[in-house]
T-cell receptor
Framework: DGGITQSPKYLFRKEGQNVTLSCEQNLNHDAMYWYRQDPGQGLRLIYYSQIVNDFQKGDIAEGYSVSREKKESFPLTVTSAQKNPTAFYLC??????????FGQGTRLTVV | SQQGEEDPQALSIQEGENATMNCSYKTSINNLQWYRQNSGRGLVHLILIRSNEREKHSGRLRVTLDTSKKSSSLLITASRAADTASYFCATDPSSGSARQLTFGSGTQLTVLP
C-alpha cells in the first residue's frame, strides 16, 4: 500500500534535548512538507522540500532543522533552540500541483 | 503568514442541514484544495479545484471558486454526525515558491444528531 508514515505517534522531550521526527513516503512524490499545529489552530509551515538535497524554510523554521538525503524520507529535528515545541506535527507529500497526502501526525510534549 | 482564511471559525448545525464554509486568499493560485481533519488525526484531501474551474462536485460536496474575489466555498449537503470535523482550505500558488502549499486556520464543524 502506498502512503506516508510518521513516527513515533507520541514523543516526549526533556528541556534542552534535540528530538527527531520521522517521515517516510512510498508515493514517489517529489515535494514533502512539515507543518506544526497548535490546539484549535490551523497548520503553519515549518520546512518544505521540492527535491532531494534541497529544502526551504517556511513561516516558522526557527528552532527546527531538516534533511532530504533520500526522496522517500524527510526527517524533522526539533532542537533545543525551539522554546515552545509542544504541538502536533504533520508531514505531507505530493506531486506537482496535486493534492497532499498526510501522515497521522506526531504529538510532541515537553516534560 | 496564512494564505487562506476560513469563515466561520466554528459552525454548529443539525443533522440533515447544509453546511457552508468560506475561504479567502491573497495571491494568484494554480489550484485551491479542501481538506478534512478529525480530532488528533492527519488531514484527508476532499476536493481540488483548478483556477480555470468555477464549480466542482464530489458526492455531497460542492466547491465553488471565484478567482476575481479570491474566494472559495465548500458546501456539504444533508450533513451527518460523521461530518463533524475541522475543514481547511489550502492554496497552491501559481508563482514564486510554486510548491509551497499554505493552509488556512480552519472551520470547526459540529453536526448534532
Amino acid at each position: 500500500d502506498g502512503g506516508i508514515t510518521q513516527s513515533p505517534k507520541y514523543l516526549f522531550r526533556k528541556e534542552g534535548q534535540n528530538v527527531t521526527l520521522s517521515c517516510e513516503q512510498n508515493l514517489n512524490h517529489d515535494a514533502m512538507y512539515w507543518y506544526r499545529q497548535d490546539p484549535g489552530q490551523g497548520l503553519r509551515l515549518i520546512y518544505y522540500s521540492q527535491i532531494v538535497n534541497d529544502f526551504q524554510k517556511g513561516d516558522i523554521a526557527e528552532g527546527y532543522s531538516v534533511s532530504r538525503e533520500k526522496k522517500e524520507s524527510f526527517p524533522l529535528t526539533v532542537t533545543s533552540a525551539q522554546k515552545n515545541p509542544t504541538a502536533f506535527y504533520l508531514c505531507a507529500s505530493r506531486a506537482f500541483a496535486t493534492e497532499a497526502f498526510f501522515g497521522q501526525g506526531t504529538r510532541l510534549t515537553v516534560v | 503568514s496564512q494564505q487562506g482564511e476560513e469563515d466561520p471559525q466554528a459552525l454548529s448545525i443539525q443533522e440533515g442541514e447544509n453546511a457552508t464554509m468560506n475561504c479567502s486568499y491573497k495571491t494568484s493560485i494554480n489550484n485551491l484544495q479542501w481538506y478534512r481533519q478529525n480530532s488528533g488525526r492527519g488531514l484527508v484531501h476532499l476536493i481540488l479545484i483548478r483556477s480555470n474551474e468555477r464549480e466542482k462536485h464530489s458526492g455531497r460536496l460542492r466547491v465553488t471558486l471565484d478567482t476575481s474575489k479570491k474566494s472559495s466555498s465548500l458546501l456539504i449537503t444533508a450533513s451527518r454526525a460523521a461530518d463533524t470535523a475541522s475543514y481547511f482550505c489550502a492554496t497552491d500558488p501559481s508563482s514564486g515558491s510554486a510548491r509551497q502549499l499554505t493552509f488556512g486556520s480552519g472551520t470547526q464543524l459540529t453536526v448534532l444528531p
